[in-house]
Nanobody, 122 residues
């Protein structure tokens, strides 16, 4: 099993930056690490993902150019650097880990963290 713990969220203003971290423990040999977010009343939304054994990276159109996903395999950690934050970026950000390949946006991320709240105020 894989345990994921997110951190780094907070309350910020429009244009601010945050860096989210997701630390994986347990069996950490996973194919993808991804970030998803969910706002109240909305379904979970893909944000970004990275292939741990390759160099495949994908971003949602809404965050492309503003967010950067990266990873440190030695620390079993994936990061999400979020710049130029907007109110619509508000939500609970979850990291997920997948042991299968495929479409990084739609495959089953079998492991999830508890999430970290990001609130962007104007």
């Amino acid at each position: 099993q894989v345990q994921l713990v997110e951190s780094g969220g907070g309350l910020v203003q429009v244009g601010d930056s945050l860096r989210l971290s997701c630390v994986a423990s347990g069996r950490t040999f996973t194919y993808y690490m991804g970030w998803f977010r969910q706002a109240p009343g909305k379904e979970r939304e893909f944000v970004a993902a990275i292939d741990w054994i390759g160099r495949n990276i994908d971003y949602a159109d809404s965050v492309r150019g503003r967010f950067t996903i990266s990873r440190d395999n030695g620390r079993n950690t994936v990061y999400l650097q979020m710049n130029s934050l907007k109110p619509e970026d508000t939500g609970v950000y979850h990291c997920g880990a997948s042991g299968v390949g495929g479409n990084m946006r739609t495959i089953d991320y079998g492991y999830w963290g508890q999430g970290t709240q990001v609130t962007v105020s104007s």
